[in-house]
């Protein structure tokens, strides 16, 4: 049985393995942020909102990861007149539940790659949310562009002042069980966390994480240390040439992982971003030796 825990004004949030925001309005209908990956998830957000006979009318995606999707097939059985948002890059991926994957393996995915966790339920959408103030009913919205964990991952602001982050910030926690958590663009993350750090806000929301900040700026620098630690950590052992498999072996050995294939694939595209980051910035060299694509500090 979910629980729906107030935040601010009429900012509420369901708490869950995915955190899902709701945003109540006066005629009994809510605006959902996110929706939890599977029918069990969605169920229980269904569940909260009729403990209080609220019916969801809106859901705004943040980014196209199935843990935060998969649910909305249930909730729109639940409530037919539900409209689905997110933003047009993340659309892509939404209406097409193949690309994931795909993406992640760079060609026809190990089945391992086609579970739970990578592929969703096909998505029809209503429409796209472009960045800045948006509106739904009588109520304005702003989103934020938080690019680096997907490439159009978006936050939302309510009128309350309440951002819900999505995938934008980890908690110490996550950061501490995950070694490094899932990054697909360095220098979009780095602007993202510049971006997020201007912001002003009564309280945030990660999609993973057990409590609500009430300040935005120091998980911003913890998720900026845990960058720089890495980008320092990958051009030191680049000091010998180490192919893509190797830097991603040190993220695993170093922070004593043991994944799954599918993990072990999200931290290789993980490294992949690392090491094109340090790539661009003329931090590493590559070449191609033996078959071997090696990278290493110049
Ligand atoms: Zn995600």
């Avoid at 942020?33 to 609220?54: F, K, M, P």
């Avoid at 998505?123 to 796209?128: F, K, S």
């Avoid at 562009?145 to 009128?159: E, R």
């Avoid at 009430?214 to 052992?237: F, V």
Wanted: proline share 3%.
């Amino acid at each position: 049985m979910g629980t729906l825990e107030k935040i601010n004004g009429h900012t509420y949030y369901c708490p869950g393995a995915t955190n899902v925001g709701v945003v109540r309005y006066k005629n009994g209908m809510v605006l959902l942020i996110d929706a939890g990956i599977d029918s069990a998830a969605g169920r229980a957000v269904a569940q909260a909102l009729e403990a209080e006979h609220l019916k969801a009318k809106y859901v705004l995606l943040t980014h196209a990861h199935p843990d935060h999707f998969g649910a909305v097939k249930f909730l729109k059985e639940q409530y037919t007149g539900l409209e689905r948002y997110a933003s047009a890059g993340e659309a892509i991926y939404l209406t097409n539940n193949l690309l994931e994957s795909r993406a992640l393996f760079g060609a026809s995915p190990l089945r391992e790659l086609e579970g739970r966790f990578h592929k969703g339920p096909v998505l029809a959408l209503e429409g796209t949310v472009p960045e800045g103030e948006v509106e739904f009913g009588d109520k304005r919205y702003r989103i934020i562009p938080l690019p680096g964990h997907t490439y159009d991952q978006i936050g939302v602001l309510t009128g309350d002042g309440v951002l819900f982050a999505g995938d934008s910030l980890f908690s110490e926690e996550i950061m501490a069980k995950y070694g490094f958590p899932f990054l697909l663009d360095v220098e979009q993350q780095l602007q993202t966390l510049e971006r997020l750090s201007a912001q002003e806000v009564s309280a945030v929301v990660l999609s993973h994480a057990s409590q609500v900040y009430s300040s935005i700026q120091t998980l911003c620098a913890q998720n900026k240390a845990r960058i720089d630690e890495y980008l320092m950590k990958i051009q030191k052992w680049c000091d010998q040439p180490l192919t893509r498999e190797e830097v991603t072996e040190q993220i695993i050995v170093s922070a004593a992982l043991d994944p799954d294939i599918a993990q072990y694939q999200m931290t290789f595209a993980t490294a992949g971003a690392f090491l094109s980051y340090l790539a661009k910035a003329k931090a590493l060299e590559k070449s191609v030796i033996s078959g071997k694509c090696y990278y290493y500090r110049t």
